[in-house]
């Protein structure tokens, strides 16, 4: 299995909801990753998790709180968010949680969820 | 900060010709790996090929090749024999100790028929 799942594929949520990403992996990567990508943008790093911590944090506004529960899943947990938020969000993983670069480290994306903040 | 630039916004290329995208990087690290990903309307991210800094010789991946020339901070794709579903955003992206993972700008390439 190489495959990262996002779900949900689509959502639609008002600014005073709540919601939540979800994204697994069973390739046992220790290494998790949520980027945010508006249309004809690269994607942003928004956070990183290395062995279920939280290792890299991009200055990501309080609104977005990603979540590792276990080391296949992550979460992005989603309040109050603004119209601007409307975006593609990705989740990757990559084989490695210590950060080294080791022979084959690549990341391994999942479809995205395309999130409209209305 | 490591930045990571492609100065080409937009490109085509004819079917069956070939086609270089540029990419330029800024970083003060010895080691790190440098990546082409290719992102198609599906808007899946597709890793194309990847290079190891710490190697001298350029890698391949049948049509695709890469011309890395460390000192300058360059890594360009050469993609021959250009076939339809290779249009596409194509993103050059540096990868660093400590799983930090950033991309260029992107280039759109649309092969013409």
């Known amino acids: 299995d190489t495959e990262v799942t996002q779900t949900p594929k689509h959502l639609v949520m008002g600014m005073t909801n709540k919601k939540s990403l979800k994204c697994e992996q069973h390739m046992g990567h220790r290494a998790m990753y949520w980027y945010k990508q508006k249309a004809k943008k690269p994607p942003e790093l928004m956070f990183v998790y290395s062995y279920e911590k939280l290792s890299i944090n991009e200055s990501v506004p309080s609104r977005f709180s990603p979540e590792c529960p276990n080391s296949s899943l992550l979460n992005l947990h989603l309040h109050a968010l603004q119209p601007e938020d409307s975006a593609l969000y990705l989740c990757?993983?990559?084989?490695?949680?210590?950060?080294?670069?080791?022979?084959?480290?690549?990341?391994?994306f999942g479809s995205g969820t395309q999130l409209s903040v209305l | 900060a490591q930045t990571v630039t492609q100065s080409q916004p937009e490109m085509s290329v004819q079917e069956a010709e070939t086609v270089t995208l540029s990419c330029t990087y800024d970083?003060?690290?010895?080691?790190?790996?440098l990546f082409w990903y290719k992102q198609p309307p599906s808007r899946q991210m597709i890793l194309v090929i990847r290079?190891?800094?710490?190697?001298?010789q350029n890698a391949t991946e049948n049509r695709f090749s890469v011309n890395f020339q460390k000192a300058a901070k360059s890594f360009s794709l050469k993609i021959s024999d250009s076939q339809l579903g290779d249009t596409a955003m194509y993103f050059c992206a540096f990868m660093m100790t400590g799983n930090q993972f950033y991309f260029g700008t992107g280039t759109s390439l649309t092969v013409i028929p």
């Open positions: 290079q190891e800094a710490y190697k001298q």
């Open positions: 990757a993983s990559s084989q490695l949680g210590t950060g080294g670069l080791e022979t084959n480290e690549k990341l391994f």
């Open positions: 970083t003060s690290e010895n080691n790190y790996y």
